[in-house]
Structures are given as C-alpha cells and as structure tokens.
C-alpha cells in the first residue's frame, strides 16, 4: 500500500518560510517522479513543483523562491518555500507519478495534504 504522508505546514508570516517534507513508502521511490500540487480555497489544484532524475520543474509564480528536492536514500521529498506571500496558501499535495509530473493526470498517487498559511 503505497503512503505519502506530508509534514511541516503551519502559519508563517508574508516573508517567511517553511519546508514541506513527504515520506513515501509501499513503492520504489526512486522510479517515480515527485511532485507537490497545492489547492487554495474555491480553486482548482495545480501544480507547484517537480523532480525526477536531475530534472526539476517550478510553476512560473514560485520560480526562484521554492526549491523542490529528494533524498533516495530516505524516500523522501522536500520542497523549502521561501519569501512566502499570501497567495501561497493552500493544502500542499505531495504527488508521485510519471514524468514530467507537471499535470493531475501525471499522478499515480496523492498524499492527504499539508495546510500551509501566509499572514500578510
């Protein structure tokens, strides 16, 4: 049975930053891409970020302040968010699936989020 278990949401401050950490496990992490999508209140999901292999791929508003990563040895992914603003709030999904992993339809599997809240 296949898990994704995400931690380390919470409130922050406009500015701030926070580092969002899923654990895997129930599947051969390194063979899947990793991803995080995050859904805001009366939106849609989409997509924030993505790895696979030595690839990453940022949806263009968190370019240059999210850094998404991976530990293999540790099934696990990070994704650190800094100079968060108050759009960045929402449920973060951690997602594993195919490549690119850019796409909901690229996802094999979901976690059960992480709320992440920014005060302005």
């Known amino acids: 049975q296949v898990q994704l278990v995400e931690s380390g949401g919470g409130l922050v401050q406009a500015g701030g930053s926070l580092r969002l950490s899923c654990a895997a496990s129930?599947?051969?992490?390194?063979?899947?891409?990793m991803g995080w999508f995050r859904q805001a209140p009366g939106k849609e999901r989409e997509f924030v970020a993505s790895i696979t292999g030595g690839n990453t791929y940022y949806r263009d508003s968190v370019k240059g302040r999210f850094t998404i990563s991976r530990d293999n040895a540790k099934n696990t992914v990070f994704l650190q968010m800094s100079n968060l603003k108050p759009e960045d709030t929402a449920v973060y999904y951690c997602?594993?699936?195919?490549?690119?992993?850019?796409?909901?339809?690229?996802?094999?599997?979901w976690g059960k989020g992480t709320l992440v809240t920014v005060s302005s």
């Open positions: 997602a594993a699936g195919a490549m690119p992993l850019v796409l909901r339809a690229h996802v094999n599997y």
């Open positions: 129930g599947l051969t992490f390194s063979s899947y891409a």
